[in-house]
């Protein structure tokens, strides 16, 4: 009899402490979820950009900053603006564009991300067999990948390279296009 109510005695001890962790371990996975849902929309918020600079015979200084929104931890939405300066020494030639657009961001596995932008930029054309030039507004849509490394709990650096599927003549960029940033 007495093994059996010391049988008994155990069952519960241990019973008690496996429902204990049970009860906890639900209790902060309801806390943490709270968390993220009452967490105001400015805070789902991001600020950064790029820069880049060069200098010499030709000089290329741009800026590109970005607000994005994270409506899901994984989930990057925002818009990207960039503008920037050309002067080439070599050909008397200088100019400045500006544009920018709507670009998502999926994270899909550790850092790993898909993303898709569509951007708008006007700039000077060079017309074909001429010297002369027009400003004119031109599209990309730009599909990629791209890797983030976090700095600290809510900021990170990136760097995306990114294809446009719209490629044409009139078409700024050529593929791929690579990108680096911070994201805070």
Same mark, same amino acid.
């Given at each position: 009899?007495?093994?059996?109510?010391?049988f008994?005695?155990?069952f519960?001890?241990?019973?008690?402490?496996?429902?204990?962790?049970?009860?906890?371990a639900?209790?902060?996975?309801?806390?943490?979820?709270?968390?993220? /849902?009452?967490?105001?929309? +400015?805070?789902k918020?991001?600020? #950064? $950009? *790029?820069?880049?600079?060069? =200098?010499?015979? %030709?000089?290329?200084?741009?800026?590109?900053?970005i607000?994005?929104y994270?409506?899901?931890?994984?989930?990057?939405?925002?818009?990207?603006?960039?503008?920037?300066y050309i002067? /080439?020494?070599l050909n008397? +030639?200088?100019?400045?564009y500006? #544009? $920018? *657009?709507?670009?998502?961001? =999926?994270?899909? %596995?550790?850092?790993?991300?898909?993303?898709?932008?569509?951007?708008?930029?006007?700039?000077?054309?060079?017309?074909?067999?001429?010297?002369?030039?027009?400003?004119?507004?031109?599209?990309?849509?730009?599909?990629g990948?791209g890797?983030?490394?976090?700095?600290?709990?809510?900021?990170?650096?990136?760097?995306?390279i990114?294809?446009?599927?719209?490629?044409?003549?009139?078409?700024?960029?050529?593929?791929?296009?690579?990108r680096?940033?911070f994201?805070?």
């Amino acid at each position: 009899m007495k093994k059996v109510l010391f049988f008994i005695f155990i069952f519960f001890v241990f019973y008690g402490k496996i429902y204990s962790q049970d009860a906890e371990a639900e209790l902060r996975k309801q806390n943490i979820k709270e968390n993220q /849902d009452t967490l105001k929309w +400015f805070e789902k918020l991001t600020f #950064g $950009g *790029g820069f880049s600079l060069s =200098l010499g015979s %030709y000089t290329h200084v741009s800026i590109s900053p970005i607000v994005g929104y994270r409506p899901v931890p994984f989930v990057l939405v925002g818009i990207e603006s960039r503008y920037a300066y050309i002067k /080439d020494n070599l050909n008397g +030639f200088s100019s400045n564009y500006y #544009g $920018g *657009g709507p670009f998502v961001r =999926l994270i899909v %596995y550790k850092g790993i991300y898909a993303q898709a932008q569509a951007e708008y930029v006007n700039y000077d054309a060079i017309l074909y067999n001429s010297t002369t030039s027009q400003r004119i507004w031109s599209s990309a849509y730009l599909i990629g990948v791209g890797y983030r490394q976090a700095l600290s709990e809510h900021s990170y650096s990136y760097i995306s390279i990114l294809w446009d599927i719209n490629e044409t003549a009139t078409s700024l960029y050529t593929s791929p296009i690579i990108r680096f940033g911070f994201l805070f």
